[in-house]
């Protein structure tokens, strides 16, 4: 229990460390002079967290538990404090960076103890539980973040998410401190950094556009090379859900980091206008997640991941469409929150499907390995290109980053039903 506590409190922090980022962005680009350079601001985290995958598992080998948990703190408030005190766009990367790798480095072996102890009626509670700690943070984060910055400034709001943060990894570490881990958490070193080198290439590509391409297709290649046989192709059963949450996370996660943009600069709101927007969507996923982890495990549900993608990538496309004519802001909320529903009907079941083996043909770090790629992966790819095509003052980037989004996740809608079907 101890164990599921401190998985749902870790997602509260990331909940508030979003709304705090996601909320500031507008703020923090022009004071550092980075409104050209979004992808930079945007990607560093979570290049630091697959830096970091690869030598997770070596780290705990080395250090132990509380070893590692003592490094990673470190990092962590490091990380932090750098992004915090930074004069220059690439100083604040860096201090993201150094975020996300420590929050990688008790990633794999976290999740990997709670498939092997949490049985998958509990992970689906633990999931839709996680899911509802966004209620909170989506009501009052963005107006509390607003509010803290106009009066400390955006660099000490940007520590609000630290005691969150200490106080699940705290938890989780108390839980399996005593686990060994898997011989198969040893992650192939250079393959794994074919995903961040990747992405790397993406974010610098602003001055020539055809390393973005190389960039992706070597990130995408690095994926394909780590996760399990089959992905690729989208094989039913673990190895589709895989893909589609790779291809969910593109077009979700791509879309929302740049919604404050999109408001403020595209479609021309107030910035408490855009925090409503920003709040809307992970609002209605707790909410729905609540009531749609009750039929997860239904044979009669296998198209809910699939409708559900459907109304996130209807949601995202309404958006879209607001670039092209005038939009009203109550139609912006309530394409944003039809967005969140979607989300919410397809996450969960797609989750436990990417975290179950039927066949035992995957141990549970081979999975938490996996899940993490996967979705990271997919936001990496998402923020990265959306950040890299919306870095210029025209709505034109924009644009493209949004259409592709919604076409990201009308094929994730696509793929979903091959997640949920019986490998053969």
């Given at each position: 229990m101890i164990l599921a506590i401190g998985i749902v409190s870790l997602e509260f922090a990331a909940?508030?460390?979003?709304?705090?980022?996601?909320?500031?962005?507008?703020?923090?680009?022009?004071?550092?002079?980075?409104?050209?350079d979004l992808a930079l601001l945007i990607a560093?985290?979570?290049?630091?967290?697959?830096?970091?995958?690869?030598?997770?598992?070596?780290?705990?080998?080395?250090?132990?538990?509380?070893?590692?948990?003592?490094?990673g703190i470190v990092i962590y408030i490091g990380g932090l404090v750098l992004a915090a005190t930074s004069q220059a766009a690439w100083v604040f990367a860096a201090g993201q960076f150094a975020n996300g790798l420590?929050?990688?480095?008790?990633?794999?072996?976290?999740?990997?103890?709670?498939?092997?102890?949490?049985?998958?009626?509990?992970?689906?509670?633990?999931?839709?539980?996680?899911?509802?700690?966004?209620?909170?943070?989506?009501?009052?984060?963005?107006?509390a973040t607003l509010g803290l910055q106009h009066l400390v400034g955006w660099r000490w709001t940007l520590l609000v998410p630290l005691p969150f943060v200490l106080f699940g990894r705290l938890l989780v570490v108390r839980t399996v401190r005593g686990d060994p881990p898997e011989e198969s958490a040893h992650r192939p070193l250079v393959r794994t950094l074919l995903i961040p080198l990747g992405a790397a290439g993406?974010?610098?590509?602003?001055?020539?556009?055809?390393?973005?391409?190389?960039?992706?297709?070597?990130?995408?290649?690095?994926?394909?090379?780590l996760l399990p046989e089959g992905t690729a192709r989208f094989s039913p059963g673990t190895p589709a859900a895989l893909g589609t949450m790779v291809l969910f996370a593109v077009g979700y996660f791509g879309a929302d980091s740049l919604i404050t943009v999109l408001l403020t600069s595209g479609?021309?709101?107030?910035?408490?206008?855009?925090?409503?927007?920003?709040?809307?969507?992970?609002?209605?996923?707790?909410l729905t997640s609540l009531l749609a982890t009750r039929f997860t495990s239904s044979r009669?549900?296998?198209?809910?991941?699939?409708?559900?993608?459907?109304?996130?990538?209807?949601?995202?496309?309404?958006?879209?469409?607001?670039?092209?004519?005038?939009?009203?802001?109550?139609?912006?909320?309530?394409?944003?929150?039809?967005?969140g529903i979607g989300v919410g009907l397809s996450y969960p079941g797609l989750y436990?499907?990417?975290?179950?083996?039927?066949?035992?043909?995957?141990t549970a770090t081979d999975?938490?390995?996996?899940v993490i790629t996967a979705e990271c992966t997919g936001q990496l790819l998402g923020r990265a290109i959306g950040g890299t095509l919306s870095s210029s003052e025209s709505s034109g980037g924009l644009l493209a980053s949004y259409v592709l989004f919604a076409a990201v996740l009308v094929v994730a809608a696509g793929t979903a039903r091959r997640a949920l079907a019986q490998a053969p």
């Open positions: 909940a508030v460390t979003s709304f705090v980022a996601a909320t500031l962005l507008p703020v923090i680009a022009p004071d550092l002079g980075a409104r050209n560093g985290s979570t290049l630091g967290l697959f830096v970091a995958l690869p030598l997770a598992s070596r780290v705990l080998r080395v250090l132990g538990t509380r070893g590692a948990l003592g490094v420590a929050s990688g480095l008790l990633a794999v072996f976290g999740i990997s103890s709670a498939i092997r102890h949490l049985d998958e009626q509990l992970r689906i509670q633990v999931v839709a539980a996680s899911s509802a700690m966004w209620i909170l943070p989506a009501l009052v984060g963005p107006a993406v974010v610098l590509s602003v001055q020539w556009w055809p390393l973005a391409i190389i960039g992706a297709a070597v990130a995408l290649a690095g994926m394909v090379s479609l021309r709101m107030s910035l408490g206008q855009a925090a409503i927007v920003l709040s809307a969507a992970p609002l209605c996923w707790g009669n549900t296998r198209s809910l991941p699939s409708i559900g993608l459907g109304l996130a990538a209807l949601g995202t496309a309404v958006l879209t469409a607001g670039l092209v004519v005038s939009m009203p802001f109550a139609v912006a909320v309530v394409a944003w929150a039809a967005g436990i499907r990417s975290t179950t083996s039927s066949s035992g043909a995957f999975l938490a390995a996996a």
